[in-house]
C-alpha cells in the first residue's frame, strides 16, 4: 500500500531513542478501519497460512508478546503494520516500492497461481501458493526476535525460502539500531543501517542509494543481503554505473526505477521531509540541488539539529505547507496546488512512530506514537507497547463509523473539516498541541511513577501498571477529540450552502 516513512537515528533524536515511523494509506477507493491491539503468546499461530497468497509456513513454538496496530477487516489478511514486541524491538512493514524490469526478469515475484481444472483431470493443474508481503511480514517476524539484527536475518531469510509477491521495504529498530530492508524482485533482498547522526526519508520508491557489498559479505557492520547478491547482480547485468567501485553498488540505477510517475507520487514527499529537516539548504530557487523531481534525493543525512516527535507528525501529515503545491494553501496556482502527492492524504489509515528509549529501563522502553485517520486533521497520541491489553477506544474499532472509536472520529472530522479547512485550522491546531502535551507529561509522569514504585525490576511487573498508564491517555484522547467533533461540526454547520436566517435579510 502506499505509505511514507522516515527514520531518526538516536544520535539524531531529541532525546536519544530511535524512532521509525511510517503511515499506512490504504489503496485509491478504499478505506481501512485500524484498531491498536496486543497478541498475546497463545494468540499466535503456530502454522500461518497467508489470506491472500495461501502461503503456508510452520511457526517456532515459543512466541513472544508484542504490540500492533493492525487492519480491522480480515479480508486481506492480519496487515499487522507498525508493532513492537516484549524484547523492545519495532517493525514497520511494510513500504511499497518498486524494481525496475531488469530485476523482475532477473527474479520474477512469487505470485499466487490458482488451480486449474477439477482434481482427478488429466489436465488438473493445482494451486501454487505466492510467497510473503505486507500482510504477513509482522506476524512472522517480530514475535521470534530479540534485535534488530535478530530480525533483519530471519526476515532475509524468510525471503530467500518463500519468495515475496511484491516489492516491499521494511524498518527494523532497537534501541541502538535502525536497519531498513529493501525486497529485490522474488527471492532477493539488501538491509542497510540507519547511521546513528542520520535520518532517512523513503517515499513509494526503492530508497536506499549506496550499498557495500564489502561490508555486506564483511563484517556486516552497516549492510547485509541476500547470500548470491554479487552473483546475480553479474550474471543478469544489474549494475549500472560507469565509474563505481565494483563493490560500491549504486543500488538505484541497479534495482530501482525513475519514472514521470515517481516525479509525481514520490520524490516531492522525500524533497519536502528533507526540506523541512534541512531548512539552510536551497530546495527552491532554479538553482536548487534538489528539486520535487530530483533522482537523487540522498537516502540518508544528518539533520540541522535534532528530531523530535512533533517533527515526525508535522511531516508525516503534511501537505507541502510554505510551498506552492499545498492543496490548502493560497501560494502558486490551481494547478500547482494539486501537482504532487502530499503525505497526509485522505486514505491515510494510521500513523505511529515508534520510539525506543535507550536511557528508561527495559520495562518501558517502547513507546508507540499513535494517530488514526488523515493526518492533517489529528496527533499523535503515546501509548506504552509492554502491555497486557490495549484501550477499548482504540481496540474495538468497529467496521461502521461510530463516535465510540477513534479512528472513526477523526475520519468524520476529516471529512467535515477538508472543505473548510481554514476555518476549523485553529480549533485542529490546538487540539494537536493539547494531545502531544498531555502525552509528553503522561509519560513523564508514567516513567518516574515506575521508576519510584521500583516496577521497572521486570517486564512483566511493569506491564500492568503500562495498561492502566494507556487508559489514562485513551480517556483524556477521547474526551479531547470529542471536543473537536463538536467544535468541527459546529463550525462546518454554520458554513452550509443552505444556511438562512431571517436576520439574513436586515444585516
Known amino acids: 500500500m502506499s505509505c511514507t516513512t522516515i527514520l531518526i537515528g538516536k544520535a539524531a533524536s531529541y532525546n536519544g531513542a530511535t524512532i521509525i515511523a511510517r503511515d499506512d494509506d490504504s489503496g485509491s477507493g478504499r478505506y481501512d478501519p485500524k484498531r491498536f491491539v496486543v497478541v498475546r503468546p497463545e494468540d499466535q499461530p503456530r502454522r500461518y497460512r497467508s489470506v491472500l497468497s495461501h502461503v503456508e509456513i510452520d511457526l517456532p513454538d515459543d512466541p513472544c508478546r508484542y504490540t500492533i496496530a493492525p487492519n480491522v477487516l480480515p479480508n486481506r489478511g492480519v496487515l499487522a503494520e507498525a508493532g513492537v514486541n516484549v524484547h523492545n ?6 513500504e511499497t516500492i518498486a524494481v525496475n524490469e531488469r530485476v523482475l526478469a532477473a527474479d520474477p515475484l512469487v505470485e499466487l497461481r490458482p488451480a486449474q481444472g477439477q482434481p482427478g483431470d488429466a489436465d488438473y493443474v493445482p494451486e501454487r501458493p505466492g510467497g510473503i508481503g505486507e500482510e504477513d511480514i509482522i506476524t512472522l517476524v517480530l514475535p521470534y526476535v530479540a534485535t534488530a539484527r535478530e530480525g533483519v536475518i ?4 524468510l525471503l530467500e525460502r518463500y519468495g515475496t509477491y511484491e516489492s516491499n521495504g521494511i524498518a527494523i529498530s532497537d534501541a541502538d539500531e535502525i536497519w531498513y530492508v529493501e525486497t529485490i524482485g522474488g527471492h532477493h533482498w539488501i538491509a542497510r543501517r540507519v547511521p546513528d547522526d542520520c535520518y532517512a526519508t523513503i517515499p513509494n520508491q526503492l530508497g536506499i542509494d549506496e550499498f557495500d557489498l564489502d561490508d555486506a559479505f564483511g563484517q556486516r557492520r552497516e549492510h547485509m543481503c541476500s547470500a548470491d547478491l554479487i552473483e546475480f547482480i553479474e550474471r543478469h547485468h544489474l549494475d549500472m554505473a560507469m565509474n563505481r567501485g565494483p563493490h560500491h553498488l549504486d543500488t538505484r540505477a541497479a ?3 525513475a519514472t514521470t510517475k515517481d516525479h509525481i507520487y514520490n520524490t516531492p514527499r522525500a524533497w519536502y521531509m528533507q526540506r523541512y529537516l534541512n531548512p539552510g539548504e536551497d530546495w527552491d530557487s532554479p ?4 528539486t520535487p523531481t530530483s533522482d537523487d534525493i540522498p537516502w540518508c543525512r544528518e539533520p540541522e539539529r535534532k528530531v523530535s516527535v512533533e517533527d515526525v507528525d508535522f511531516l508525516m501529515s503534511s501537505h507541502f505547507e510554505g510551498t506552492p503545491y499545498d492543496p490548502y494553501g493560497t501560494l502558486g496556482t ?4 494539486h501537482r504532487y502527492r502530499p503525505i ?4 491515510t489509515g494510521h500513523m505511529v512512530a515508534m520510539e525506543l528509549r535507550g536511557d528508561v529501563p527495559a520495562a518501558h522502553r517502547a513507546v508507540m506514537w499513535v494517530s488514526f485517520g488523515s493526518g492533517p486533521f489529528n496527533a499523535v497520541a503515546p501509548f506504552y507497547a509492554n502491555v497486557l491489553d490495549t484501550p477499548a477506544y482504540l481496540r474495538d474499532t468497529p467496521a461502521e463509523p461510530s463516535t465510540d472509536s477513534y479512528y472513526w472520529s477523526i ?3 476529516a471529512a467535515m473539516a477538508d472543505p473548510h479547512y481554514i476555518e476549523c485550522s485553529n480549533a485542529i491546531e490546538q487540539y494537536a498541541e493539547q494531545v502531544r502535551s498531555f502525552g509528553h507529561r503522561h509519560v513523564f509522569d508514567t516513567d518516574a511513577a515506575l521508576a519510584g514504585a521500583g516496577a521497572t525490576d521486570g517486564m512483566d511487573a511493569a506491564a500492568a501498571r503500562l495498561t492502566e498508564a494507556n487508559e489514562v491517555m485513551a480517556a483524556y ?3 479531547r477529540t470529542a471536543r473537536l467533533l463538536a467544535d468541527v461540526l459546529y463550525t462546518s454547520s454554520n458554513l452550509m450552502r443552505n444556511s438562512f436566517a431571517m436576520s439574513d435579510r436586515w444585516v
Open 89 to 94: 524491538v519495532a517493525m514497520s512493514a511494510t
Open 154 to 157: 530471519r526476515l532475509g531469510g
Open 255 to 257: 534495482f530501482g526505477t
Open 287 to 290: 538553482n536548487a540541488r534538489y
Open 334 to 337: 490551481p494547478e500547482s496546488r
Open 344 to 347: 497526509g492524504i485522505n486514505r
Open 411 to 413: 475520519r468524520m472530522i
Open 477 to 479: 484522547l477521547r474526551e
